[in-house]
């Protein structure tokens, strides 16, 4: 069992607790950034980073199909193969180490683990015992939850973490809530050639034809709403 002191620890390897690590060793804190996945976090792995990249040739063909003189080079189909690949790319193939240098550029010390509150200012990772000077930054994010629908957790439901990591694309999907994720993904699946229904709550799908989001999701909606619950 080691100890050891410094200004800041940060749980959690996310957007936020990157972003504040890295703003504490650039004003020449000591700090620790304590990791048990992937640096980067939910964001650059499944989250946003993958869902654009699975949205982006849709998005580019529909970009030139609007301007005449680039539409008249656009011919067959989405190539759903090579969109999963580039996807690869931009998760780095789920690999982290990209993110060495930008941590080593701001003095930030990356401790792989789990991490845990071991008293005031204290941290404990495996058999080392980490004491803040400073600071204890909690930043662990969220985990997906299920909503309890009977049968749900039978089937084996993909998260978000399986819906952006997928390597082939499924014949049909059923995607479950029509917030940003639900739609963005829905949207992403179906223009990879997915079967998609949208399940939303009709009051939802009110305020979604309302809003700023109807824009960008209307034309996705027009193939993927087979029914609402
Ligand atoms: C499909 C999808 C698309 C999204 N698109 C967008 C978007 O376009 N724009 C946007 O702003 N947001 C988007 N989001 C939301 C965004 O991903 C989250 O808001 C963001 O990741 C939250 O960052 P965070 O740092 O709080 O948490 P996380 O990214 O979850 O990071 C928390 C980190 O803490 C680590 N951790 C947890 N517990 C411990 C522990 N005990 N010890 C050590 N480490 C621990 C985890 O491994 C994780 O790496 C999207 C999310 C999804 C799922």
């Given amino acids: 069992m080691s100890n050891r002191t410094v200004d800041v620890v940060v749980i959690g390897g996310g957007p936020a607790g990157t972003a504040c690590a ?10 620790v950034l304590v990791e048990r996945e992937l640096v980067g976090g939910e964001s650059a792995y499944w989250g946003g980073m993958p869902s654009k ?48 240098a930008w941590l080593a550029e701001r003095s930030v010390e990356l401790v792989r ?15 080392e015992t980490l004491a803040a000077h400073r600071a204890v930054v909690v ?10 629908v009977p049968g749900l957790a ?5 998260t978000n973490r399986e819906a952006t990591t997928a390597t082939t694309v499924p014949g049909s ?5 029509g917030g ?3 739609v963005e993904l ?31 999701a209307i034309i996705a909606l027009g193939r993927l709403v087979d029914r609402f619950v």
Avoid: C, Y
Avoid at 22 to 31: F, I, K, P
Avoid at 115 to 126: C, E, K, P
């Fill in 22 to 31: 890295g703003r504490l060793g650039r004003a020449g804190l000591t700090v």
């Fill in 53 to 100: 990249a699975l949205l982006r040739p849709s998005e580019a063909i529909a970009e030139a199909l609007r301007v005449p003189g680039a539409r008249e080079i656009v011919r067959g189909e989405l190539d759903s193969d090579a969109a999963l690949r580039r996807r690869d790319t931009v998760i780095d193939s789920l690999d982290d180490n990209s993110w060495m």
């Fill in 113 to 127: 683990g789990t991490a845990s509150l071991a008293g005031h200012r204290r941290v404990r990772v495996g058999a």
């Fill in 139 to 148: 930043a662990t994010g969220t985990a997906p939850a299920l909503p309890p």
């Fill in 154 to 158: 039978d089937v084996d439901p993909w």
């Fill in 173 to 177: 999907l059923i995607v479950i809530g």
């Fill in 180 to 182: 940003a994720v639900g």
């Fill in 186 to 216: 829905a949207q992403a699946w179906t223009s990879l050639g997915a079967h998609v229904t949208l399940r939303v709550l009709a009051k939802f799908l009110a305020e979604l034809l309302h809003g700023e989001l109807a824009r960008r």
